[in-house]
């Protein structure tokens, strides 16, 4: 067994998704900690070192900004069928239970010698840096994808060109004291290997 100097596997088992119902919108995050995230966010393996990501951070008063345009773009964007209200009162509630909310935005800088989904891949593997970052200091993480994000209106809204994806918003904030950090099982790895 390989040696965990840095004890990066101890790590990787304790990240979990702590929702935002979970943070205590109250306590800051400080600059400088934020920037330390977004840092180590930046050094994933990238193809031809295109460095494909964006980082939108909503802090304070633009959270709420934030929030109002996801539910404009929801508005905009859901068949009449499929529109639920208490799926938009959510999304006006969820970006302020977090102290931070950054948009993820895969920007195509390879042009067509480095396919799209290498450049989608780089960006997740740099939002796994962030979400270990962040656990590493104490803070929750929360990856969230809803299919709001690539309303029309949304994309106008952050300035995103056609080509470009905003593959998520990643909440952050301090857990509310007294939470009981949340536990995982995996398959054992033998049941996904296929030695050849």
């Keep these: 067994m390989l040696p965990d100097h840095f004890g990066i596997s101890a790590l990787i088992r304790h990240r979990r998704s702590i929702k935002p119902a979970d943070m205590d919108p109250a306590r800051d995050i400080e600059r400088g900690l934020l920037l330390q995230l977004l840092e180590d966010a930046t050094w994933a393996p990238n193809h031809g070192l295109t460095e494909p990501w964006k980082f939108h951070v909503f802090q304070g008063d633009s959270r709420?900004?934030?929030?109002?345009?996801?539910?404009?773009s929801y508005r905009e964007s859901t068949p009449p069928a499929e529109f639920r209200e208490d799926k938009?009162?959510?999304?006006?509630?969820?970006?302020?239970?977090?102290?931070?909310?950054?948009?993820?935005?895969?920007?195509?800088?390879?042009?067509?010698?480095?396919?799209?989904?290498?450049?989608?891949?780089?960006?997740?593997?740099?939002?796994?840096?962030?979400?270990?970052?962040?656990?590493a200091a104490g803070l929750g993480g929360y990856w969230s994808s809803p299919p709001v994000l690539d309303a029309p209106s949304f994309r106008e809204w952050l300035g995103i060109r056609a080509e470009d994806h905003c593959v998520g918003l990643i909440y952050l904030g301090w857990p509310k004291p007294g939470l009981n950090w949340p536990r995982s099982v995996r398959q054992p790895v033998e049941t996904k290997i296929v030695w050849r």
């Design 64 to 72: 709420q900004q934030l929030a109002a345009q996801i539910q404009q």
């Design 88 to 135: 938009l009162q959510k999304m006006g509630s969820t970006p302020l239970m977090a102290a931070v909310v950054i948009a993820v935005v895969m920007e195509r800088n390879g042009g067509t010698k480095i396919p799209e989904i290498e450049e989608i891949e780089a960006v997740a593997c740099a939002l796994q840096n962030l979400q270990l970052s962040a656990t």
